[in-house]
């Protein structure tokens, strides 16, 4: 679905925590630590913290 590369994945960084991230189909580019979800548009990932939701692990 998401067209992110997975070299792209393993630069990004949480712009919160600056820690790792990983790409969850379909909510987009999660952080496991901050528990936040940044969109992803156009195929590109938005990594503002104005722009990321809460997690729903359910």
């Not at 987009?28 to 156009?42: E, H, K, M, S, T």
Request: net charge negative; proline share 10%.
């Amino acid at each position: 679905m998401k067209n992110v590369n997975d070299e792209l994945l393993q630069i990004l960084a949480c712009p919160q925590c600056k820690g790792p991230v990983e790409l969850v189909e379909p909510q987009g580019i999660v952080c496991r630590a901050c528990q936040l979800v940044y969109p992803i548009r156009d195929d590109i990932p938005v990594m503002l913290i104005d722009e990321a939701m809460p997690l729903d692990e359910s």
